[in-house]
């Protein structure tokens, strides 16, 4: 059997996973020396590289002493945990990342949790090690007492440390060696803990071939990919498997390609053997959590568990009277197939039939407000026009008696914000449980608050803490109903009639609130122009012009200045909106607007 090891990349986000396999994949010799490789190579969407985060799951490998290595970067962010989960079915052992400056975070807590339920080792790095605020002894003392919090046993708390700076491609077991100025680029010993800790795949080479089905991917040429590891015997290209799914029902075909990793290429091979990471074609059917077996003994592996739904929006046509004129896709049959074809590859996203008759409209359940805005702006970039509904929480009945998500969050803010931060919380049903005062002027405050408690919140958040905040939540479980909670306190300007918004009545709107649009944008009734400065709404006219006469006075045609309107990107607006109201998204724009067309 070939020397393999399995290995995911864990940390919270902006941790330096991505920056970490880059050095990893250049010392490893992947990469000529002069050759053009950008930075985060592993982020490959366009979403990923924009917003600096990652959102789906990648492979790649690297060898290092004879023993391939296969490294799957996993997302930081909790709701993207539906890759993190499959993720870790592929994997023998973890490569926890810290930074060492802010130690363990919510989504820190989140993914070793995780890891420690499929009781698999890890590795412990304290990344960052250059930062001038560095704590590395007091980060270390708080991954032990995390691991000991999540129940931990004692074989999972003996694990390797190094220190490292990813930017620069150093590690070392030495905390002094680290911080040496002379220290190499060299992630030797970073590669030499993976070996000598994480274990080898426990499959039997020779028995029957078993395969999981972990992620799932497209090649224009082969159709649908199945990807995950081989967890017993061998996958030749051309033989007989066996495909076992949810159900039990057995489906039999032959294989018509495997696949291996060589680095970032996914190389076609002949067989991939026990433990190899691979991706196979000839099941178009297949699902993610399926088996791949030998048609003798087809036996199912462990299905796949993904932590539930806590957030659904309703997607459906776009029926305002400018649909049809920025997209190409927009019809609720082209609607549904995206959206379940979405659902196939992202098991944490749940597709079900819209509230009332309507065949038109769809709830789509996610694990955050963050996966949901990913989600709608990769179909915006494919041309689809639709109507989005305001998110809601999912609630349960447990015992007779109705229950909500609750979450965690980790405010790390300025010494002076403290108070706004805590008061804004308290009014959103949140409850302070620790407070931490790390010196140079910040700290830590975590407090449990409902998941609708926070919709909305991280503008306002930013705004409070003059951007100089950090606030990560994560999802803790459900707790009883904790009452109302004070929505938008300021209701809007809605257009009463369709046209063209003009300078005049935009300037004689402007003092009652906050304006959206600039002069010549397109309304129709129902639009919200701009935000009231009072609760209520009011019907207005932003297509009014100026009535002409022959008459001229001083002053009468000077300039109007306008103040730049608000503009809202995809998250704002999503979070924005109050429960009568819905979100037209188009490939170019973003309108917010009234579900009704008319005043009550």
């Known amino acids: 059997m070939p020397q393999i090891r399995n290995v995911a990349i864990i940390a919270h986000v902006d941790h330096g996973k991505t920056t970490l396999v880059d050095a990893m994949l250049w010392q490893s010799g992947l990469f000529r020396e002069n050759q053009q490789v950008r930075e985060r190579v592993m982020d490959s969407m366009d979403l990923e590289r924009e917003k600096g985060i990652t959102i789906m799951a990648k492979n790649t490998s690297v060898a290092y002493r004879g023993v391939k290595i296969n490294i799957v970067d996993t997302p930081g962010h909790a709701d993207f945990g539906g890759e993190v989960e499959r993720t870790l079915a592929m994997v023998e052992g973890a490569l926890l990342l810290v930074d060492a400056a802010e130690g363990p975070l919510p989504q820190t807590r989140f993914v070793l949790q995780k890891t420690l339920e499929r009781r698999l080792p890890i590795v412990c790095a304290v990344n960052k090690i250059d930062r001038p605020d560095r704590r590395p002894a007091e980060v270390l003392s708080d991954v032990y007492d995390l691991l000991i919090d999540l129940d931990a046993d004692e074989g999972q708390l003996e694990f390797p440390v190094l220190y490292t700076n990813a930017r620069l491609g150093t590690a070392s077991a030495d905390l002094e060696e680290a911080l040496s100025p002379e220290l190499s680029a060299d992630l030797g010993p970073l590669f030499q803990a993976i070996v000598d800790h994480i274990p080898p795949p426990s499959g039997d080479p020779e028995g029957p071939a078993q395969f999981l089905v972990a992620n799932l991917e497209w090649s224009d040429y082969l159709g649908r990919l199945c990807v995950g590891p081989v967890r017993r015997g061998s996958l030749k290209a051309g033989s007989e498997m066996a495909l076992v799914g949810a159900d039990g029902a057995v489906f039999r075909a032959p294989l018509k390609a495997v696949h291996v990793w060589d680095g970032l290429r996914r190389a076609e091979a002949a067989q991939a053997r026990c433990g190899d990471i691979a991706a196979v074609a000839g099941f178009p059917d297949a699902f993610i959590g399926d088996t791949l077996a030998d048609p003798e003994f087809p036996e199912a592996l462990p299905r796949l568990t993904v932590d539930e739904p806590t957030l659904t929006m309703e997607f459906s046509v776009n029926s305002s009277p400018l649909a049809g004129r920025e ?52 179909m915006r970039r494919e041309g689809f026009e639709l109507t989005l509904g305001p998110p809601r929480i999912v609630t349960r009945e447990e015992g007779g008696a109705l229950t909500e998500p609750l979450e965690l969050v980790v405010c790390d803010v300025p010494e002076e914000h403290v108070g706004v931060i805590t008061e804004k919380l308290s009014a959103r049903r949140g409850q302070v449980a620790r407070l931490v005062n790390h010196g140079q002027g910040r700290v830590r405050l975590e407090v449990r608050c409902p998941t609708r408690g926070l919709i909305g919140y991280r503008s306002q958040f930013l705004t409070d803490t003059r951007g100089e905040g950090l606030m990560n939540s994560l999802h803790i479980g459900f707790v009883p109903f904790l009452g109302p909670i004070r929505g ?23 003092p009652r609130g906050v304006i959206f649009l600039s002069p010549g944008d397109p309304v129709y009734p129902g639009l919200l122009v701009g935000e009231n400065s009072r609760p209520e709404d009011i019907w207005v006219n932003p297509s009014k012009e100026k009535k002409l006469t022959n008459i001229r006075a001083s002053g009468s045609d000077e300039a109007l200045r306008l103040t730049p309107p608000r503009r809202f990107s995809l998250e704002d607006a999503i979070a924005y909106m109050r429960e009568d109201e819905v979100l037209e998204v188009t490939p170019k724009s973003l309108r917010l607007r009234k579900r009704a067309t008319s005043p009550k």
């Open 488 to 510: 938008r306190a300021n209701g809007a300007l809605v257009s009463d009639r369709s046209g063209a918004a003009v300078a005049y009545a935009l300037y004689h709107l402007q």
């Open 327 to 378: 997209g190409k896709l927009g019809t609720s049959r082209q609607i549904r197939e995206r959206l379940e074809k979405e659902a196939l590859f992202n098991v944490s996203l749940r597709v079900s039939a819209g509230e009332g008759a309507s065949a038109d409209s769809l709830r789509v359940g996610a694990r955050g407000e963050l996966q949901l805005a990913v989600l709608v702006e990769t």
